[in-house]
Structure formats: C-alpha cells, structure tokens
C-alpha cells in the first residue's frame, strides 16, 4: 500500500511542482470507498489524486472488475514492478493502443495532471475561498484584516496558470471528487462551471472556515451544506417571517432613539439581523427538540434581544429608561442593559414549549461565558439531558470582546470536557468591526476575532450581515450542526456599528472614513424588503402595514410604562426557584439548622469511605494504609479533615442533595488526602467513586477534576450552582491564591450578585490557606481580599435577637469562615444546605492540618445536636477562672494549633485564654461579646499568622472596637505590614513565626504602648 501512497505522491509532484504551498494539493489519506463503483466506470486519466488513486487501488484489490480497465492494467504494471512513471506510461499506451485511441501518453499525461489540478483548485477553494467572500457590508474593511487574495484561488482569468491550466481548459469536462458537492447531482462539470459553483459556495456573502476540522465526516457534512447547488432557498413564508422580525428589530431600535434620544442603550444599529438570526437558532433548535435555551450576551442589542427574542414585556422594559421610579426590591440592582430574565412561551414556527433566559452579567465582556455554559450544564444534568437534546447554550459576542478576553479561551477548553460540555454551544459575534474607539488591527494579531474558535475544531461560518438571508440560512445550519454533532459552532456576523459606542459617542472623531461609509449605507431593512417587494414576496402596502403593527405596539406598551410607580428588580429574575422561596420569593422560614447527624450515619458513611465497593478492584498499596486509618477513625469514633467532608458530602446526598466538587485535582486532592476516586491498579481507566455507593436511593455525587483555569471553572460552576438551590456545588482552588485569576467572578458575580440581581447562590469557595513556610505564592488565599468585600456594617453592634444569628447570615453577601476542627468544617458545609436561603460561602481550608493529629473531632461534636459554632471559645482552665486570665487571643485557623502548643510550652495555661472565630464575617458580634465581658480584665489580643496589612485584623479591628464600645483596645500580633503575602525563605519564615508567638505570650508586651 505504501508504494500506492508514494506513487501518488510522485504523481502529485510531477504533476503539480508549480503549486507554492504543498497543502494545496491534497494531504491525507482518505479511504472512501464511496466512490468506488464509480471506479469501475471511470477511466484513469480522468482522476489521479493521491486519495482517489489509494481508493481505486483498494477497490482493484477487491476485484479487479471494480474498477475502470485503465486502472486495472495500471495496477498491474505497477505490481509487477515497475515504477510509478513507467506504470502510467505502459497503461496509457497498453490502454490507447487496445482502444485504438490516437492520444499520445503525453496527453494523457496531461488530462490526469489537469484533474489534479481541478481537484487541488476545489480544495483550495474550500480552505481558502473565505478570505475573498465579500463579508463587510461596507464594503471597505476586509474581515480577515488582509486585503491578500491567494494565489490559488482563480480570481482572474491568468491565476488558471497557477494549476498549469488554461483558458482552452475552462470547457473541459473535470471529473469531481468525492470531497466536493459542487456537482449536486452530476458527477462531472465544466472548468467553468467548476469555479462560478466554488465562488458561489465560498465567496459569496458568506465565508466558511471548517478545513482545518480533523473530522472527515463533519468536513463533508459542512461541504454538503455549503456546496449543494441551490441549497440556500427560502420559501416565501420564510421570507415574511424575516422581513418581520427585521422589522420588529429595527423598528425598536428607532422607538428607543425617539423616545429617549440622550440614554445609553447600546443599540443594535449595524447589525439589526441579530434578531432574526437567534430566532432562526432558536426555532431549528426547537425543532430539533431544544426546549431550554441558556443564552449570555454583553450589551450590544441586549434591550432588543430582551423585548423581540425573549419577549419581555415592552412596558416593563421601558419602564427601566424612567429615572425617577424606585426600586421596590431589596438591593442596589443593576443599569437596564445588565439585567437578565428567564421566559417560558411557545415557540410560534414549531408550536412547542419554550423557554429561554438570559443571564444577568456584569460590564466585564465575556465574564458571562462560563457561568451560562454552567447553567446549561446544571439544567442538562438535572434532567437527564446527557447528550443536550433538551437544554443549549447561545453565547454572544462582540468582535473585540471575543477575540480579546482570555476567558473565552477558557470556556472553550471546557466544551469538550465530560463533566463540563454543554454538548455544543452556538456562538453569534456581532462583529461590528470595531471594539469602542479601536479599529480590529490594533485589538488583534488573529486575522478573524474568530480564530480562538479552532482550537476546539468549530466551524465558523462568517457571513455578511446586510444579506439577511444568508444570515439566516447560516443559522440554521449552525443549529443543525449542534444537534448533529454536539460540537460547538460559531456564526460570524460581519456588520458595522451605525453610531458610537453608545449613543453619546462621536465615532468621528476615531474613524472619519468608516463613518462616512457607514452614514451612506443604506438600512439592511430598506436593502431586504425594496428586494422582497421586487420580486413580489411582499407588497409596500404589506411591508408599511407590518411597520404601523410594531410601531403601535410599542406606542402602547410606552404609554402603559406611564402607570408604572415602581420597578421591580424581581421581574428580571435569570433563575427562580419557585418551589425554593414562598410565591413573594422570601425564605420559608427564618432558622439556623442543627446540622448534626445520627451515629450510625456517620458510622455508615465512615465505612464506605474505608471501603472498596467494587468486586475485583485493585488499589494502590498507600491508598489501602489510608483506608485503613479511616476505617481505625470510624472504629474510634473521630475524623480527620478528608472524612468530616466526607461524612457532610454523603450525608447530603442521602437526604437528595446532588453534591458537585469541581476544580484542579480535586478527585485525589492537591494535598493527597481525599482520594474520592479510587484507580484500579490493574485495569486502565477503571475508576470507583465510594462516595456514590452510599444509599440506595441517594442524590448523585459528581467529583471532577478540571481543566487548569480559575476564571472559566469557578464561573462555570457558579453558573452550575444558579441552577438548583438543592445542590452542594464546591470549587476548590489548588491553594487559595489562585482564586485571584477568577477575580472577575468573584467579583463582579458572587460578591456583589445578590444585591445587583437578587439572584441567591450557594457556591462553595474552598481556598487553602496557611503560612507553612511554602514561599510567597501557595500560602495564602487573601482573606483580606474576601473581608474587605463582606457588607456587615463595622461599625453598628446590631440588635441582638433570638435569631440573629440567621437574620445575619440572610443579610449579608457571603459567610467567610475559617474552621480549626473537621467537625465544624463537617458543619458549615451541611449548613450551607439546610439554611432556608443560599449565600455564598468562602472557606479558608487548611493545608497541613489535613494531617495533623490534634486536628481530628470526635462524634460526639457531630451527632445529632450539634451545630457549627461560628466561634470556639476557651475551654480550658483558664476558662473555668477568667479573673486570673490576663490576656485573651482571638485568632483563627491554624494559627491556634501553633498557639495552644507554645502556651502549654510557656505554662501559661490558667493566664492566657484563647478563642477561635471560625466564621469571620458576618461578625459575631454576640458571641465575641460575651467572651470579651468574660474576660473583662484581661488584655484582648488578635494572633494571626499574615502579615498586618493582610489577613483578618483590618476587618476584626473595627468591630471588635465596637463591640467594646471603643474602651478596651485589641493589640496586634502578627507579622508585620509587607508587600508579599509569604517569605520565600524557609529561615525567616520561621523567625517570623517565632518572633509573634515570643511576642503574644510575653505578657508584658503592650505594657505604657498607645493603641
Ligand atoms: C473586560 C472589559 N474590559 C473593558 C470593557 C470596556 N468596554 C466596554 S465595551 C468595549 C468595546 C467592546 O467592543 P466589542 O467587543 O467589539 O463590542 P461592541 O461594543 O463593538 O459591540 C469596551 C472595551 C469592558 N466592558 N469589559
């Protein structure tokens, strides 16, 4: 076979050594044997590819009668040795002779050569015909940022040189390929013809970009859609229902603009096709079987996409543009084109149920991304929807945003992961050509905004925004391509941006010429409906009827605003949970939960998670010596860290709380120490997850160790978490600092969501924190950074109520905790679930006290009764005598192991007394309140291990301050103010260390100081 191979070879360079780019003519061995029965018929001059040859000599080797008799003599030839060249000689004269054909080998030569030609021009066409196809509706930019027009592709009459063809060739017959469906049902056409059928697949008003697919049936099935003669045909119901919905798009944009000429809307002007293309997605989709569409889009059009595709209703969007209407919502809420919503409604085109929301996002383009992609996935996941038949993402985008923000990268990197693929997500970029004031070559170095796309193998299909139709037909093919292959697709709408960046803007002043294109350019709606009414699709007086209609809506729906006397924030709601919150959306009760459990469900839980539950499971020999200590932990009745999780996981997922833990080398844990996927040591890829062998009936457990992003992982499972509220969703962050690369969600989503949205979430940060001497970076997770952001007042000592302790935790944006003992780890996550609300939670998890030996907990602190306590307080003697206390600390975390051990060192038992706030913030003021009243005459003192400008103490300080009613001072101990969070020196690591322990136990240390 190799000697077929090469002999193609051979012929490819003889044939073809005037082709500049070696990836013109044909480049991979493609055993389609399609073609073969063609094979028999066809003769070999009349197709000598490198392919077709390995094709035809597959089938000769079948049966010699499968193919042409030229071919067979060839291949005989050939196997009895001769070369290549000698082969086609001998056959064409063999051939020639016995047919009686007067054609000299030279010209036969010559008719295989040029078929070769033709085929290497058809692929060139399909690989490159995308960067001649007339894309900018301007008409002056070109979309691949070049003006370059390659060589090979036949864009004057002299290029047919390039292939060694010429014009006598053009009314040559050219057998086709099987690669090509330019022929529709003829199997040989003119070279003419050839070239006007490519320009029209490839050079019209849309570009394809798909060669570079490793896919052979994706390649063809695209090629199918594109290159079938006639295949982009409307009927004229489809033509009125895109007239209408540009109509619609359009016609909103101008009431905006009259109606509130000076407010920022983003318009859509430019790119009013929009509209009319997500419908088209939405409506193949539904037809598909979608009834569930998670869409996440920034600001261009966001108000048009809301009332036309969504259909919110218009009053209530207008509503948003008066001034002077209060909120009726709790919350600070958002500016209108952030607010999201969800929507359920019966797609008319299919008459099925729909429903559609988009997601409320913040200014950070692309942000959204990620979090849509893990809405989607929740819903999927929670439906039994594993192949996405029924739920699907649309994300939209702007040029610059998209080819920019490296968070689209990342969500890309997660759309073929199995605990992350939404099974294909479709892409739109409104590519107006322009990002703000800055022209495409000065925001990009790809030639397309669109190019982030191949890394995972999507089609892009670029098309010209002011041809409706084609816009329109790309849609459909993009959406029959997601439910085909599940696999991403990007639409490419290349359009342009009528005014500036928003409506206050002069886009003159950056881009003169542009704008005096763009002031020319007639209006897509005026373009496509003077089209329709000539060729009598439409009447004016139809096409004027239709724009009153819309135009009347909208009048009415401004007047109703009118009466409006409040905004309701709660309308714009992305994600109820009707069945979470009573019908006005508040909690159905106000308690703090016990969150202990029974013993002999712990017991249960301790078992399984010392055990293989699998038959014939072989596991490594370390893994059994940890099995065996959980089992001894059980037997004893205690936990380390790894089983407190486990017993809170498996606890919640008995009672039908899906638990999800995603992040990097979550599965094993960084750290080694929870091993919830369990490898055979014998059998490749067999894995065994204990924790879903729990209960009969128990909610699934997703462990999953994902790709190595921050930003896009912890976006999408906050996205995963909006979901459902009866849910576990935790990420854990390799060590905590590198939470900072997500900041943007942290930020912008689960800090300030709450208040902007009123969108509750229950993500579960888990961040390892400790100065363990492990150098600047891998130390800490920023508390102060988390603090800084939570919104308890410092300085008001709030009402103390019985349930205080709930309302506070209602009221706040996020509960920050740092737990010194399992059990209280074990709690706060059960918590998290039993609370009738969801908050964030951010847990400073520890390190080395995964194994350290004080830091275990006995049953006893977990059994039924027991709660998380938000702080630990002294319980040792000096608690039992606190007059003779001279100084209390309060710290945190690790930090006490170091503290209790260098007290018992110092024998200072009965004189220093310390206390452990495990949930930081909301502040409990009642209860450090209580302690410090305790320990009213000795001295207060905040231990911590950060540095003073970092940590906790800026946040404590103050509220301690209040809760002492600004008389008693809290003295600092800790390490000093610094720029990086950790030496990277394991020496001065540990003189720090010991330096603040000297210190907070030297009794004397504040004595005559000023605070
Ligand atoms: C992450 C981020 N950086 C900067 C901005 C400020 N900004 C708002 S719109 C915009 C230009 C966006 O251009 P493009 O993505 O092409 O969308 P267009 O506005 O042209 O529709 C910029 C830079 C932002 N919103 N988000």
Known sequence: MSHFRSLAGVLKLQNLQCFR???????????????????????LVNGCSSNYVEEMYYAWLENNKNVHESWDVFFRNVSAGASSGDALQKTASSLFHSQGLAQAPAQAEKVVEDHLAVHSLIRAYQIRGHHVAQLDPLGILNADLDSFVPADLITTIDKLGFYGLLESDLDKMFQLPSTTFIGGLDTALPLREIIRRLETSYCGHIGVEFMFINNMEQCQWIRQKFETPDIMKFTSE????????????????????????????????????????????????????IDSVIMGMPHRGRLNVLANVVRKDLNQIFCQFDPKLEAADEGSGDVKYHLGLYHERVNRVTDKNITLSL?????????????VQGKAKAEQFYRGDIDGKKVMSILMHGDAAFAGQGVVYETFHLSELPSYTTNGTIHVVVNNQIGFTTDPRMARSSPYPTDVARVVNAPIFHVNADDPEAVMYVCKVAAEWRSTFNKDVVIDLVSYRRFGHNEMDEPMFTQPLMYKQIRRQVHVLKKYSDKLIAEDTVTLQEFEEEISKYDRICEEAYTSSKDAKILHISHWLDSP?????????????????????EEDVLQHIGNIASSVPMQDFTIHAG????????????RKRRVDWALAEYMAFGSLLKDGIHVRLSGQDVERGTFSHRHHVLHDQEVDKRTCVPMNHLWQNQAPYTVCNSSLSEYGVLGFELGFAMASPNALVCWEAQFGDFHNTAQCIIDQFISSGQAKWMRHNGIVLMLP???????????SARPERFLQMSNDDSDAYPEITEDFEVHQLYDCNWIVVNCSTPANYFHVLRRQILLPFRKPLIIFTPKSLLRHPEARSSFDDMITGTRFRRMIPEEGIAAQSPDNVKRVIFCTGKVYYELAKERKQQDLESEVAIVRLEQISPFPFDLVKAEVEKYAKAELVWCQEEHKNMGYYEYIKPRFLTVLSQDRPIWYVGRDPAAAPAT????????????????????????????
């Open 21 to 43: 780019k070696p990836a013109v003519a044909g480049r991979s061995f493609f055993p389609n044997r399609r073609c073969c029965s063609s094979g028999a018929t066809q003769p």
């Open 623 to 634: 893994l059994s010596r940890i099995l065996r200590g959980r089992s001894e932990m059980t």
């Open 238 to 289: 489809e033509k009125r229902t895109l007239l209408a919905r540009l109509i619609r798009s359009t016609r909103f944009e101008d009431f905006l603009a009259r109606k509130w000429s000076s407010e920022k809307r983003f318009g859509l002007e430019g790119c009013e096709v929009l509209i009319p293309a997500l419908k088209t997605i939405i409506d193949k989709s539904s037809e598909a079987g």
């Open 769 to 779: 924190h400790g100065m363990e001497g492990m150098g600047p970076e891998h130390s």
């Open 359 to 371: 997601m409320a996002n913040p200014s950070h383009l692309e942000a959204v991304d990620p979090v």
């Open 984 to 1011: 990277g020196n394991k020496n001065t690591h540990l003189t720090e260390l010991k330096r603040y322990l000297d210190t907070v136990f030297n009794l004397q240390a504040f004595e005559g100081k000023k605070f």
């Open 577 to 597: 949970w009707p069945d979470f919150f009573t019908a006005d959306g508040e909690p159905k009760s106000m308690s703090c939960p016990l969150t202990g459990l």
